[in-house]
């Protein structure tokens, strides 16, 4: 079946450092792929997302590539700031799964000042 | 943008009482609605999806008559958690999918954090 599958955390980085969170999938198909954040206690908001090969989706100077040929959707920032620090969650969809997200297990990142 | 209201943020009930959290699409229809639970430091499990004006359909492994998930509304769904147990205690969260969204456009909820003591 479909699966997404991230890094284990937690990453740990000063600020300004790059960041680079990885994320696999297995699907059939052409999935859309997505980026969520979710910060302390709060539900999860959308970060970016990619509905087909070779799209690059990008918000709030984080970007993700859509890669068909190695079925990852890496996400990256090149300088983190404090207040990124939060659990970041990749997932996919398949239209012919009912619509339904598939989640990895979420990444936690910690940005020291 | 797409907002989904998620009440209450949090709750604690006692043993054998049920607890119903609802979530309202503010300004878009949705057509689908889907439960999730979170335990901590993991990621979301996917409970039920509910349609508007039928039956959710439910995740293997989740009890439907314990988790009651009612959809009557294009804005409202809600999910009832009966006779609840400490081991109910999660963090639940509802998500809607905007009807008139093109690409899958999914909107969140803040997430209930539930107690049974």
């Known amino acids: 079946g479909d699966s997404v599958t991230q890094m284990e955390g937690p990453v740990t980085l000063s600020e300004e450092a790059f960041l680079t969170i990885n994320c696999t999938y297995t699907?059939?198909?052409?999935?859309?792929l997505f980026w969520y954040v979710q910060y302390p206690g709060e539900g999860l908001q959308l970060l970016l997302k990619a509905t087909k090969a070779d799209d690059k989706g990008s918000n709030k100077g984080f970007e993700a590539t859509y890669r068909k040929e190695t079925t990852s959707f890496h996400l990256e920032k090149g300088s983190v700031q404090v207040s990124d620090s939060a659990v970041y969650f990749c997932?996919?969809?398949?239209?012919?799964?009912?619509?339904?997200?598939?989640f990895g297990q979420g990444t936690t990142l910690q940005v020291k000042p | 943008g797409a907002v989904v209201s998620q009440h209450p943020s949090w709750v604690i009930c006692k043993s054998g009482t049920s607890v119903k959290i609802e979530c309202r699409s503010l300004?878009?229809?949705?057509?689908?609605m889907f439960w999730y639970r979170q335990f901590p430091k993991q990621s979301l499990m996917l409970m039920a999806t509910?349609?508007?004006?039928?039956?959710?359909?439910?995740e293997q492994g989740v009890e439907k008559d314990k988790f009651l998930i009612n959809h009557a509304s294009l804005t409202l769904s809600t999910l009832t958690v009966t006779s609840a147990h400490p081991e109910d205690s999660s963090f639940y969260i509802c998500?809607?999918?905007?009807?008139?969204?093109?690409?899958?456009?999914?909107?969140f909820g803040s997430g209930t954090r539930l107690t049974v003591v």
């Open positions: 699907a059939t198909g052409y999935p859309s």
């Open positions: 300004d878009f229809q949705a057509t689908t």
């Open positions: 998500s809607a999918r905007d009807r008139a969204s093109a690409n899958y456009g999914y909107t």
């Open positions: 509910s349609n508007e004006g039928s039956k959710a359909t439910y």
């Open positions: 997932a996919l969809v398949r239209s012919s799964n009912t619509g339904k997200l598939i």
